[in-house]
């Protein structure tokens, strides 16, 4: 993949939400052919695999890859190219901080590149996932060193990088100690055993007891 010359075009946007629609509106009539794939420099793992690997039927995947491969021609996203894409969603802030965030839950490999197994893996969990398969997916999101637990730094950046991308501009229009407050709230549910630390298990456990938590994940992939 990496001897590849061309990466994906900054303008282009292919996220989950544009994913989802794109499955919707995709009629049987595009699916791409298995021989299509061997026409661009990065080829995926065989698509019974992935479908194995995710809820997408093979006719989804194959729906998916165009789509992956017209976006991106060399098969694979770089974190700055992501983060061009990602900032298209929200214009009138600052997402690029909370785009590394997300874009190192996409990179599972930590290779600093998201190709479509990547995307499609974890589009899979966002869209179709069960609840723990999504909170799962959030803790990972939110335990930025991937040590198996959240800080309350980790929760800071995450929070200010939220604030920057679309808190100044929401309204009502939230305060500056708006990211602190939501921090101190995330630990004082969390942290049941009060070591400064939310373990997997803390995280799960309080999530799954509290309704509003929950009918956010029911919406997680209009976030992501």
Not at 15 to 44: F, M, Q
Not at 171 to 178: E, F, R
Request: net charge negative.
């Amino acid at each position: 993949a990496g001897s590849c010359p061309n990466r994906c075009n900054g303008s282009h946007r292919f996220t989950a939400r544009s994913a989802n629609l794109y499955l919707c509106k995709t009629s049987d009539s595009n699916i791409v052919e298995d021989g299509e794939l061997s026409t661009v420099c990065y080829r995926p793992e065989g698509l019974d695999r992935l479908v194995q690997q995710t809820k997408f039927s093979k006719k989804e995947l194959q729906v998916l890859y165009r789509g992956f491969k017209n976006e991106c021609p060399s098969g694979v996203v770089n974190e700055e190219t992501f983060k061009s894409i990602y900032s298209k969603f929200f214009p009138q802030g600052d997402s690029s901080m909370y785009a590394h965030f997300l874009f190192e839950a996409f990179d599972t490999q930590n290779n600093g590149s998201v190709s479509f197994e990547d995307f499609v893996i974890s589009l899979s969990i966002i869209l179709r996932g069960s609840i723990t398969d999504k909170l799962n997916w959030a803790f990972n999101l939110y335990d930025i060193n991937k040590d198996g637990c959240i800080t309350r730094e980790e929760m800071t950046e995450i929070m200010h990088s939220i604030y920057d991308m679309m808190g100044k501009y929401t309204y009502p229009h939230m305060k500056d100690s708006a990211p602190k407050e939501h921090v101190d709230s995330f630990f004082q549910k969390m942290d049941k055993n009060n070591d400064g630390v939310v373990t997997m298990d803390e995280f799960l456990e309080t999530c799954q007891k509290d309704g509003n938590i929950m009918q956010s994940m029911h919406m997680f992939d209009n976030v992501i």
